[in-house]
C-alpha cells in the first residue's frame, strides 16, 4: 500500500534528511506522477513498481540531491529540467535575477545582455522570460551544463532569444553584443568542505574557485571594467571584504553588495556605465 511504503522510506531516510516525510513525498508524488496533495487520497492503493520508488529513496539515502533524482527544481516559480552535469539553481541565486531586473529596468536601453556560467539556464532563461526584448548570450565551460541548459531553452521555448556558447567567460563574444553581464560563478575557496549531497554530487569545476574563492569574480569585473558594462555577480557570504580591497586596488567606485534573505552578503554590482 502506498501509505505502509511511505512510511517505511521516512524511516529510511530520517538518518540522511532534515525534513524525510517531505523528501518522501515528493518523491513519492513523482513516482507517482501525482500532486503531493493527492497523496492522502492514494494511499490505500497498491503501489505500483514499489522497487522502483525505493531505488529513488536509496539513492536519497546515498544523499544524491533530491533535484538530480527527480530531475527537477524550482526556481523563480517555475520547474526548471536538471541533471548532474549543472550545478542546482539555489534560491539566493533568485536575487541575483531580481538585482539585473531592477538594472535592465533603470537602464531602459539594455537589451543584450550576457550570462558567464550558464549551468542549467535558469537565470538567462527567466531573464528572458521577464524581459521579452532581451537578446542573452550565454556561456560555459562545460558541455554537460550546455546540455542542460539546452533543454531548459526548449522546454521555455525561448531558443531564439539565447544563444548557448561553449568558452571561457566571453572569449569570442562579440562586445557588441553585451550591454550588461550577470553571473553566479564558481567562488566556493579551495579546501572548503561541503555537505555531501553537494561535494558528491554537483560539478565541482562549478563550485570552486581557486585559492580563497575571488579569482573568477576579480576577472569578471576586469572583463566588465574593458566593457563598461554594468555588472550583477553572485559570491560567497564571507567575500565581501576581498572584493572591496579589489575594487579599491582598481579604483572602482560605483558598486554596492546585496544581501540574501538570511542577511549574508550574497553579490555585488558595479556599474561602468
Same mark, same amino acid.
Given at each position: 500500500?502506498?501509505? =505502509?511504503?511511505?512510511?517505511? #522510506?521516512?524511516?529510511? @531516510?530520517? $538518518?540522511?534528511? *532534515?525534513?524525510?516525510? /517531505?523528501?518522501? !513525498?515528493?518523491?513519492?508524488?513523482?513516482?507517482?506522477?501525482?500532486?503531493?496533495?493527492?497523496?492522502?487520497?492514494?494511499?490505500?492503493?497498491?503501489?505500483?513498481?514499489?522497487?522502483?520508488?525505493?531505488?529513488?529513496?536509496?539513492?536519497?539515502?546515498?544523499?544524491?540531491?533530491?533535484?538530480?533524482?527527480?530531475?527537477?527544481?524550482?526556481?523563480?516559480? =517555475?520547474?526548471?529540467?536538471? #541533471?548532474?552535469?549543472? @550545478?542546482? $539553481?539555489?534560491? *539566493?541565486?533568485?536575487? /541575483?535575477?531580481? !538585482?539585473?531586473?531592477?538594472?535592465?529596468?533603470?537602464?531602459?536601453?539594455?537589451?543584450?545582455?550576457?550570462?558567464?556560467?550558464?549551468?542549467?539556464?535558469?537565470?538567462?532563461?527567466?531573464?528572458?522570460?521577464?524581459?521579452?526584448?532581451?537578446?542573452?548570450?550565454?556561456?560555459?565551460?562545460?558541455?554537460?551544463?550546455?546540455?542542460?541548459?539546452?533543454?531548459?531553452?526548449?522546454?521555455?521555448?525561448?531558443?531564439?532569444?539565447?544563444?548557448?556558447? *561553449?568558452?571561457?567567460? /566571453?572569449?569570442?563574444?562579440?562586445?557588441?553584443?553585451?550591454?550588461?553581464?550577470?553571473?553566479?560563478?564558481?567562488?566556493?575557496?579551495?579546501?572548503?568542505?561541503?555537505?555531501?549531497?553537494?561535494?558528491?554530487?554537483?560539478?565541482?569545476?562549478?563550485?570552486?574557485?581557486?585559492?580563497?574563492?575571488?579569482?573568477?569574480?576579480?576577472?569578471?569585473?576586469?572583463?566588465?571594467?574593458?566593457?563598461?558594462?554594468?555588472?550583477?555577480?553572485?559570491?560567497?557570504?564571507?567575500?565581501?571584504?576581498?572584493?572591496?580591497?579589489?575594487?579599491?586596488?582598481?579604483?572602482?567606485?560605483?558598486?554596492?553588495?546585496?544581501?540574501?534573505?538570511?542577511?549574508?552578503?550574497?553579490?555585488?554590482?558595479?556599474?561602468?556605465?
Amino acid at each position: 500500500m502506498v501509505a =505502509e511504503a511511505l512510511q517505511e #522510506a521516512v524511516r529510511q @531516510l530520517q $538518518p540522511v534528511a *532534515e525534513r524525510p516525510r /517531505l523528501e518522501v !513525498e515528493i518523491l513519492l508524488a513523482h513516482h507517482l506522477g501525482c500532486e503531493r496533495s493527492r497523496l492522502l487520497l492514494r494511499d490505500r492503493e497498491p503501489l505500483e513498481k514499489a522497487e522502483e520508488f525505493f531505488a529513488m529513496i536509496e539513492r536519497r539515502c546515498a544523499h544524491e540531491p533530491i533535484e538530480y533524482i527527480t530531475g527537477t527544481v524550482s526556481f523563480y516559480g =517555475e520547474e526548471f529540467f536538471i #541533471a548532474p552535469g549543472a @550545478l542546482i $539553481p539555489r534560491p *539566493e541565486t533568485e536575487i /541575483l535575477v531580481e !538585482e539585473a531586473a531592477v538594472l535592465i529596468r533603470e537602464q531602459r536601453g539594455i537589451e543584450r545582455i550576457a550570462e558567464i556560467g550558464v549551468g542549467s539556464g535558469a537565470i538567462s532563461v527567466t531573464l528572458a522570460k521577464l524581459f521579452p526584448r532581451l537578446q542573452i548570450v550565454a556561456t560555459d565551460i562545460r558541455p554537460e551544463a550546455l546540455a542542460v541548459a539546452r533543454e531548459n531553452l526548449r522546454r521555455f521555448g525561448v531558443e531564439g532569444r539565447i544563444t548557448l556558447k *561553449e568558452t571561457s567567460l /566571453l572569449e569570442g563574444v562579440d562586445p557588441s553584443r553585451v550591454e550588461m553581464i550577470v553571473s553566479n560563478p564558481p567562488y566556493v575557496a579551495q579546501g572548503c568542505v561541503l555537505e555531501p549531497n553537494v561535494a558528491r554530487y554537483e560539478p565541482h569545476m562549478a563550485l570552486f574557485a581557486p585559492g580563497d574563492g575571488t579569482e573568477l569574480l576579480r576577472r569578471i569585473v576586469d572583463l566588465a571594467a574593458r566593457l563598461g558594462v554594468p555588472t550583477v555577480c553572485e559570491m560567497g557570504y564571507d567575500q565581501r571584504k576581498p572584493m572591496e580591497a579589489y575594487f579599491r586596488e582598481k579604483g572602482i567606485e560605483n558598486y554596492r553588495f546585496y544581501r540574501d534573505l538570511a542577511g549574508l552578503d550574497r553579490g555585488f554590482i558595479v556599474d561602468f556605465g
